[in-house]
């Protein structure tokens, strides 16, 4: 007999294992983002602004 489908204990773990991922990226993105607009404390000129303005 063939098994079709799959482990949903699996599935869940998987899912848990996506969820923490995305949990710690967005961190990721935060802690970034904060560090983007400090720069503006030893980081001037053009090239400061247009890479802040992404």
Known sequence: MTFIGMST????AQAERI????????????????????????WIGADAEAFRAL
């Open 19 to 42: 969820d923490t991922g995305a949990q710690q990226l967005e961190q990721l993105a935060e802690e970034l983002g904060s560090a983007v607009a400090r720069s503006s404390e030893f």
């Open 9 to 12: 204990d699996q599935a869940s």
